[in-house]
Structure formats: structure tokens, C-alpha cells
């Protein structure tokens, strides 16, 4: 892969560049100029060299209230060259290659030093509009307008600036439109397997949705040796496409309804259930189809702010199941990335199933159409020249 | 006790005097009972003393949100008690043996019993089936001849009782009586919470919602794991001197919060929220707070209360999403066969501090004092002995 070397020439200045615009809720992103701010202190300005489309920005992309906002440069599964640093910037110089991630990992605080998460107390978790330290954008249009973020991303521009506590460094020879992948959903579904729910050899696992983080999850779940790994979703073309990700069964909720033939299926409730949609209800269903005594239930799929899970209390004494969430698959970025990236380097790891299509920057607007049909996995689209 | 190598009475039936519930809610009534002996997989035990548990009391109350209880029945199940006779096929206890009978079964054969990530016996299914577990019948009778039942199998408030084999623990006859009793259900449950379910480390941040018995249990077993800061959270002021004694450092009244939220002063107090939340009461409004007052990132919340009202938890999905987890356990996620041991033994060694939960005792015919006591909010653990005259 060529990299360009950066030249000093913009360093310290606006870039003008290219970036897909969201404007209003679920309307096509526009493409057009944008001014991009030098890095301050403790960020980087990157050239993203490709980005794929994940659900969270479908998501965000739609929404007409709070925390939506417009206009939006969205995207936040991607990878890049770094071409200009801020002050205060250790571990990265212009021309790495690195992958952003919306979840912070500083290293320093509380919460990055625990083994026990990997939620940074420094940089909490929040859709923001804006960079996380000074809480202003680095965007603007052609008229001085600002532009506002996505989770301290916002990949879907020629260049774009990262919070330092939001970049990771890694290995120059990757392949991007495999590499990117992990900034977002293939680490999620992984580490929700790998770390979260600690898989392990002979376990037996149920995924309930078998979209990229479902698949991810089941791709996690072989890796940590599974026997078992039953797909639901409710449309059956999903259990061939399961079958190359480590899926052994499928149930078809729709036919069948009835979380008894899981727990028939299983002999008592599967070890680990994973909610891969983001439905309250299917949550419900999940910690039905767990085993009593050990099962867990994984929580990953994000259902509309502020919806409540709802357990009998007395189930939840009786039956000894454990209920947990994560984000970003319970991985510390900085350290869990580089290693994914190994893995699939030392082909343990497989990216490249993930990838359905590949597409130029002007054609981002087909890879939400594919996403909204349930027509793709990953489509990566590259930035290029 | 005599010297002889089998009981005088074994094989036959015994008659001794037993407390016995009629009417729900009524004092207990202490009648002449015959007791059966045991059948293959059975011992019969004499009931040394035995301590009154809240669950007792909610089952003697009884409501119409609890599954009927059929009686008469014999309530009880905490007690330590000496083997009388055996059934055949028991190999594990002899007679004259010591030992505690668990309501939390324990066959050691199961894959659940088999397995270290779980207690849940399964050997007889998964539900509860009043009187023997085996064939559901019951090995007590009222002199007339009508059927007397089990509860929990167990049935300790009786000179003596029938249980079977997968609810009993031999227990070392180093340990004080009344210790021992505590250890057959509330004590090791609050312990074991502490302990195996949570996991609680050095230096941890824990908070208990309701300081029964089993909420300062989960206390002891905080502090023997030597977590920084024990929040209790009670209605009861005065709980907090008596926390103290169980290792509680600071005290919250929901009362006296003013216009915060429990949860928000807990997130306070512990930068961010705590490692980790019990609920020890059986409400499902405390168990919502203490998930709220649990730190994101990793933050456990274990139920140990038993809700039976069938009111659901919520629980926001963000916060669940923050890497937080909930889970709830009987005893404590203990495994009775090798764990009451372990318990015994840190007592012994006096790292564990049980004696402050003995806060009465009584003789067996003034049995219903403690009810009073526990339902006044008076004592902690009341011990009844068989024999004795207090």
C-alpha cells in the first residue's frame, strides 16, 4: 500500500477536502467541501484511507431528536495515515497508520487501568457533537458553518481530527479495507465473545441476530472454541451466510416463536446468550434461553435511548443467570485492537467474509440502501485519489 | 445420648413434641407429633437448635402472592442437629454425627452440582416440591394419624426431623451450637455472597441495601475480604451502630437524603458508583436503586432478596450496556458440601465474626418470642434450643 508521505505544506493549517455531509434525518448524504482545523493540543488530524458503514450510524443518520444532530459528518469504523499532530502528542507521528475507535481508551484513568472494563472515566461514553476535550468541532462548510462530529470519529471525510485518547497505531502493512473493520463491529461481536462473556472450549452459545455483529460474535465464539454456536434471526438466507462464520444451527424465530425449543435444543439453556439487535424484548428472550445456574446473557444491541430492560425479580433470584452489557466488546482499544489485528494477520482471525462490497466515496449513499435492506455486511468504502 | 452403637429407636417411630403452624399467621402451637423413620436416601436428626429465618416468617404470614402452603406444617430450617438413624444407601453420615440440614440441596452428582460455576442442584428438577424430594410425602404425623408437612425440606422447629441426604452437611463438633445453626442458611448466605457470587477483593467499594441478618452477613463478608468502604443503606438508624459491628464504615438513611436519590449519594461517596450492590430485602424498587448505585464499567449487582409479588426489575439498557452486570443466588451461591466447611473453619480461626448475629435465645416452648422479636425489628438471629431451659 503506497503511502504518501505527508508533506509539511498543511501541517498547522485548514485542510479543504471532501466529507459526506448528513443534513437532515434520513435524508442521502451530501458530498461537498468542508474546512478541517489543524489538531490542537493532545489530537491528531488523519487522512482516513477507507471507512465502512455500521449500523450505529443508520441509527444516529435517522434520528430526529437529541442526541441527533445536524449537520453531521458521521462514520466511525475506519483507518488512516496520520498527517499532522497536535501538541502533547506521544506515540504517534505523522505517516502512521492508525485506527480510531469511539470508545476512549487514555490508559491513565481509573477505569483504562482496571482489568475488570474498558470504560475510560477520563473521556466517558456519549454520542457528543463535538471533540471530546474542549467540546468544539474541528468542521466547518465552505461559509463558516459548523459541522459537527460522531463519537469523536467521523470518518466519512477525506480527513478528519482525533482526540489522541481515540487513535490507535498500528502495523503499516494491514490491509485497510480489512483493518477498519475493527475500529468498530467485527471487535465488538469478538470481544464480546473473547472478553466479555469469556467463552470457553465446549461452550455452547445462542446469537440472536445475525447481522455484522451477531456474525462477529459467532466468528468470537469459534476462536474461543465453542461446540455450538445457534444462530436466530427471522430470515433463513442467514443460516448459509452463518455457516461460513462458525454458525451450527439456526432456529428461525418467526416459524417458531417459542423460546422452549432452544432450551430443548440445548438441554437445559444455552452457557452464553448474546442480544445482537438492540429489542428490549429479545433481550427477555435471550435470558429465557440461558441455562439456569451458570447461563449469561450478553446484552450488545442498542435499542432507543432510555428503554428499560424488564426482569421478574424472582427469576432472577431463582434461576442464578447473569445479565451483562458491554461496549465494544468489553476491549481496551489501544491493546485489543493490535492483537485482533495479529490474529487475522496470523489468519486465526477472519476478516474478510465480513467484506460484501467495496465502493468509492461518492457511492456512500448505495452503502446505507444496501445496510437499510439488510443487503450487506461490510461495505468498506475507500477515500482514494 | 446413649453409648450404644444404633439408636434404641431406630426403625421405628419417635414421638417428640413439635411446633406446629395451623392457622397462618397464628402463634405456633407445640404438639406431641410422631416422626417416621427414614427411608433409603433419609436420616433422621435431633434437633439441637434451631434459629428463626425470615423466610420463615414470610411463609408463616403467608399472602396471596405466595404459592399456598399446605398444611399443618412444621416451619424451620436453619438448625444443627446429631444424626439419630440412617436410611439405607446413606454412606456420607453415620449416627451421633453432627450436622446441619441445608434447605439448599446438594447432591454432589449433577452437572450443576458437578460444575464450580453454579449451586443449583438439579438432581430432582428445578422447582420446589413441598415434603420429601423425592416422593413427596411426608414422614410426620399428628397422633391421630393426619399428615404434617415439610417445609423447605427441612422442618426444623420439631424435636425431631426427617431429611433427606442431599440436604444435609456434616459439620465439625468444634464449633459452638448456636454458630453452627447460623451457618444452615442466613449467615452463609450473606458470606457466600460476598465471597463466591460477587467476588468481592481488597480494597473494593461494596453497598447493602437492608441490614437483616443477611445484609450484615454480606457485611462480614465484605470485610473479610477486606473491601475499603461498606456502605449500609437502612431505614432504621439505629442499624449503623449495629452495622458497625460487621464491618459497615458508612451508613446511608434513604430518609435523610434529602432531595438526592440513594444511588446519587452512593455515587459520591464512591467516585463514580460502587464495585458492588446487594439487595437484601425483596424489593424490587431497592433492587432498581441498587443498580443505579452500581459503578459503570464494571459494577455487579447481586439480588438476594426473595420478591414475591412478581414485580418486575427495569433496568436501562445504556446502563446495562456500560458494562454492568446483575445476577441473584440462593445460599449464597454456596455449594453446601464443601463450602459450610470452609466457613466453619474461617470462624474458627476467628477470621469470620459470627457471635454478634446471636442477639436472644429462647427455650423451644417460648418459640413464638422469637417471631416477635424478628417481626419487631428486635433481633438479629434468636436461638431456640430443643433441650434447654432458658
Request: proline fraction near 4%.
Amino acid at each position: 500500500m503506497d503511502i504518501e508521505k505527508p508533506s509539511n505544506k498543511t501541517a498547522g493549517k485548514p485542510i479543504q477536502c471532501r466529507a459526506a455531509i448528513a443534513t437532515a434525518p434520513g435524508e442521502p448524504l451530501v458530498i461537498d467541501e468542508v474546512i478541517v482545523d489543524p489538531p490542537n493540543s493532545h489530537e491528531v488530524r488523519v487522512r482516513i484511507i477507507c471507512t465502512s458503514l455500521c449500523h450505529s450510524d443508520v441509527t444516529f443518520w435517522k434520528m430526529k431528536d437529541f442526541p441527533a444532530v445536524f449537520p453531521r459528518i458521521l462514520g466511525h469504523e475506519a483507518i488512516g495515515v496520520v498527517e499532522s499532530v497536535g501538541e502533547n502528542v506521544d506515540g504517534v507521528v505523522e505517516g502512521d497508520v492508525v485506527i480510531p475507535h469511539f470508545l476512549a481508551d487514555c490508559t491513565e484513568c481509573v477505569g483504562c487501568r482496571s482489568k475488570k472494563g474498558n470504560l475510560c472515566s477520563a473521556f466517558p461514553f456519549k454520542i457528543s457533537p463535538w471533540m471530546p476535550r474542549d467540546q468544539t468541532s474541528r468542521f466547518k462548510d465552505l461559509r463558516g458553518e459548523t459541522i459537527h462530529h460522531f463519537v469523536s470519529v467521523s470518518s466519512f471525510s477525506e480527513y478528519t481530527v482525533l482526540d489522541i485518547a481515540h487513535v490507535v497505531k498500528v502495523d503499516p502493512t494491514v490491509p485497510p479495507n480489512r483493518a477498519c473493520l475493527l475500529s468498530c463491529g467485527v471487535s465488538t461481536g469478538v470481544g464480546a465473545a473473547w472478553r466479555t462473556a469469556n467463552v470457553e472450549v465446549g461452550s455452547t452459545v445462542v446469537i440472536f441476530g445475525l447481522g455484522s455483529i451477531g456474525l462477529a460474535v459467532a466468528e468470537g465464539a469459534r476462536l474461543c472454541g465453542a461446540t455450538r454456536i445457534i444462530g436466530v434471526d427471522v430470515i433463513s438466507e442467514k443460516f448459509e451466510i452463518g455457516k461460513r462464520f462458525g454458525v451450527t444451527e439456526f432456529v428461525n424465530s418467526k416459524n417458531c416463536g417459542d423460546k422452549s425449543i432452544i432450551i430443548d435444543m440445548t438441554d437445559g439453556g444455552a452457557d452464553y446468550c448474546f442480544e445482537c439487535v438492540g429489542l428490549a424484548s429479545l433481550v427477555q428472550e435471550a435470558y429465557a434461553c440461558c441455562r439456569k445456574g451458570w447461563g449469561k446473557t450478553i446484552v450488545l444491541g442498542v435499542d432507543q435511548p432510555g428503554s428499560q430492560l424488564s426482569l421478574s425479580s424472582f427469576e432472577v433470584l431463582h434461576s442464578g443467570k447473569i445479565l451483562m452489557g458491554s461496549l465494544f466488546g468489553g476491549l481496551k482499544a489501544k491493546s485489543d485492537i493490535p492483537i485482533l489485528l495479529k490474529r487475522y494477520m496470523d489468519k486465526e482471525l477472519e476478516l474478510d467474509k465480513f467484506v460484501t462490497h467495496e465502493m468509492k466515496f461518492e457511492e456512500i449513499n448505495s452503502a446505507f440502501d444496501l445496510l437499510i435492506k439488510g443487503k450487506c455486511l461490510r461495505c468498506v468504502i475507500w477515500m482514494g485519489e | 445420648m446413649n453409648n450404644k452403637s444404633a439408636s434404641p429407636k431406630a426403625g421405628k417411630v419417635i414421638r417428640c413434641k413439635a411446633a406446629i403452624c395451623r392457622i397462618p399467621g397464628k402463634p405456633l402451637v407445640i404438639e406431641e407429633i410422631e416422626v417416621e423413620p427414614p427411608k433409603a436416601w433419609e436420616i433422621r436428626i435431633k434437633i439441637l437448635c434451631t434459629s428463626l429465618c425470615h423466610s420463615d416468617v414470610t411463609f408463616w404470614k403467608s399472602s396471596t402472592d405466595l404459592p399456598k402452603l399446605p398444611l399443618p406444617v412444621i416451619f424451620g430450617h436453619e438448625a444443627v442437629g446429631v444424626v439419630e438413624s440412617v436410611g439405607e444407601y446413606v454412606e456420607e453420615v453415620k449416627e451421633r454425627d453432627l450436622v446441619l440440614p441445608i434447605f439448599h440441596r446438594d447432591c454432589g452428582e449433577c452437572r450443576d452440582c458437578k460444575s464450580s460455576k453454579s449451586n443449583t442442584c438439579s438432581k430432582f428438577g428445578r422447582g420446589y416440591r413441598p415434603n420429601m424430594p423425592r416422593d413427596g410425602t411426608s414422614r410426620f404425623r399428628e397422633l391421630k394419624g393426619d399428615v404434617i408437612h415439610h417445609f423447605l425440606n427441612i422442618s426444623s422447629f420439631t424435636e425431631y426431623s426427617v431429611v433427606d441426604i442431599t440436604h444435609v452437611v456434616k459439620i465439625t463438633p468444634h464449633i459452638p451450637l448456636g454458630i453452627a445453626c447460623l451457618l444452615s442458611c442466613g449467615v452463609s448466605t450473606g458470606v457466600g455472597a460476598a465471597w463466591k457470587v460477587a467476588g468481592v477483593e481488597v480494597g473494593s467499594t461494596v453497598a447493602i441495601f437492608g441490614l437483616g441478618a443477611v445484609g450484615l452477613a454480606v457485611a462480614e463478608g465484605a470485610r473479610l475480604n477486606r473491601a475499603s468502604k461498606i456502605i449500609g443503606v437502612d431505614i432504621n438508624p439505629e442499624k449503623f451502630e449495629i452495622g458497625k459491628k460487621f464491618g459497615i464504615t458508612d451508613f446511608i438513611n434513604p430518609a435523610t437524603c434529602g432531595d438526592k436519590t440513594v444511588s446519587q449519594v452512593i455515587k459520591e461517596m464512591t467516585d463514580g458508583g460502587a464495585d458492588y450492590c446487594f439487595e437484601c430485602i425483596g424489593l424490587t424498587s431497592v433492587m432498581n436503586d441498587a443498580f443505579n448505585s452500581s459503578r459503570e464499567g464494571w459494577g455487579k449487582t447481586v439480588i438476594l432478596g426473595v420478591e414475591m409479588h412478581g414485580s418486575p426489575i427495569s433496568l436501562n439498557s445504556i446502563e446495562i450496556l456500560k458494562g454492568r452486570s446483575v445476577c441473584g443466588t440462593y445460599f449464597g451461591g454456596l455449594k453446601p458440601r464443601s463450602d459450610i466447611a470452609t466457613l466453619a473453619q474461617k470462624y474458627l480461626d476467628k477470621e469470620l465474626n459470627l457471635g454478634e448475629f446471636i442477639t436472644h435465645e429462647v427455650s423451644f416452648h417460648d418459640i413464638n418470642k422469637a417471631f416477635d422479636l424478628l417481626l419487631e425489628g428486635k433481633s438479629l438471629r434468636c436461638i431456640i434450643w430443643m433441650d434447654k431451659l432458658i
